[in-house]
Nanobody, 115 residues
Framework: QVQLVESGGGLVQAGGSLRLSCAAS????????MGWYRQAPGKQRDLVAT???????SYADSVRGRFTISRDNAKNTVYLQMDSLKPEDTAVYYC?????????WGQGTQVTVSS
């Protein structure tokens, strides 16, 4: 069965860093473009970073230059390195496939940035 499990969130002060991980199972991971999404309270879920099968990455304007997405196909895992965090980065972060039908959503991981 397909499963996405996000981890690595937490409480951090503004300017700090976190590294999120998303482990996938039940899929041929290397065949999927992957993305990180986030959803703040009362807001829609937004795509913040993507990485293609060929490891080409792209970013939303709000995180470009601060976040880095990467993947390890041997571990079926996609990562999001988040640096220079801001209070407005506070959200639940999710990973999912991009470019096609979404996979079942995981539980997400909470990131809280204090000012």
């Amino acid at each position: 069965q397909v499963q996405l499990v996000e981890s690595g969130g937490g409480l951090v002060q503004a300017g700090g860093s976190l590294r999120l991980s998303c482990a996938a199972s039940g899929i041929i991971f290397s065949s999927y473009g992957m993305g990180w999404y986030r959803q703040a309270p009362g807001k829609q879920r937004d795509l913040v970073a993507t990485i293609t099968r060929g490891r080409i990455s792209s970013y939303a304007d709000s995180v470009r230059g601060r976040f880095t997405i990467s993947r390890d196909n041997a571990k079926n895992t996609v990562y999001l390195q988040m640096d220079s965090l801001k209070p407005e980065d506070t959200a639940v972060y999710y990973c999912n496939a991009v470019g096609g039908l979404p996979l079942p959503w995981g539980q997400g991981t909470q990131v809280t940035v204090s000012s």
